[in-house]
């Protein structure tokens, strides 16, 4: 299926895009930057600009294509399919690796992704939320509108952040962090009821998930629905950041 661009949208060289997706008016979008299929982007939706960084190179990339050097263009920007990029949206280029956003994520209005973020899968990023660079944030998390996340944070699967929230260090998967810090107060047990587990399981994952425990000895994580195992595993092996 043809894409459908508005004629004032400004798509730059160096800017490779999929089938069936939607181009608001005014949006720029800038090399390098490879878009999938499916995906929905506002007005006024800005994707591929350089990095914030004061150090770096700032190309007029909507005017010049990219040289193929790194250092010049960015490391580029990588938008997964079916997602819905509303209004005012910002995704800045990588630094010293591609700035990603997975599938089927929704990014409200006046969101920002910054250089070397990594977006997952199925990720809520609510209004005027503001990730520094380098920012991992794993499939299914939730931010609240305006939560801020310091560089380098990382929010684990199914996490959700409250609203106006700063994050300075890691939130744990499929937990509930509210506050300026930001503070774990509890597990989202809605997530992972919606995943299809009961109260036994939830209850016996509870030491893991407040990170008090390991993961249950019987192989549990092998029992959990299969999206969901390979969630909790991929997390448990995860690089541990010391705070």
Request: with cysteine; charged share 20%.
């Amino acid at each position: 299926m043809v894409n459908r661009i508005h004629p004032t949208a400004v798509i730059g060289e160096g800017v490779e895009l999929g089938e069936d997706n939607v181009i608001g008016p005014f949006t720029v979008i800038v090399g390098p930057t490879r878009i999938g299929d499916g995906n929905w982007i506002g007005p006024h939706v800005t994707i591929g600009t350089p990095g914030e960084d004061r150090g770096r190179e700032h190309p007029a990339a909507w005017e010049t294509p990219p040289n193929g050097d790194p250092d010049h263009d960015g490391h580029g920007v990588v938008v997964g399919s079916r997602n819905r990029i509303r209004e005012y949206v910002s995704v800045h280029q990588g630094t010293w690796r591609t700035t990603s956003l997975g599938d089927g994520g929704y990014f409200l209005r006046g969101s920002h992704i910054a250089h070397d973020c990594i977006v997952e899968d199925a990720v809520t990023v609510a209004s005027n939320v503001v990730t520094g660079g380098h920012c991992h944030i794993w499939s299914g998390a939730n931010l609240g509108m305006g939560a801020i996340l310091h560089q380098r944070v990382v929010v684990g699967p199914g996490a959700m952040v409250g609203m106006s929230s700063a994050v300075r260090k890691e939130v744990g998967a499929f937990t509930i962090a509210v506050g300026n810090p930001a503070r774990v107060t509890g597990v989202n047990t809605v997530g992972l009821s919606r995943r299809g587990l009961d109260e036994a399981t939830i209850e016996a994952l509870g030491p893991w998930l407040k990170g008090k425990g390991g993961l249950p000895e019987d192989g549990l994580a092998d029992r959990l629905p299969g999206d969901l195992s390979t969630l909790v595993k991929a997390w448990d092996a995860r690089p541990r950041v010391e705070h």
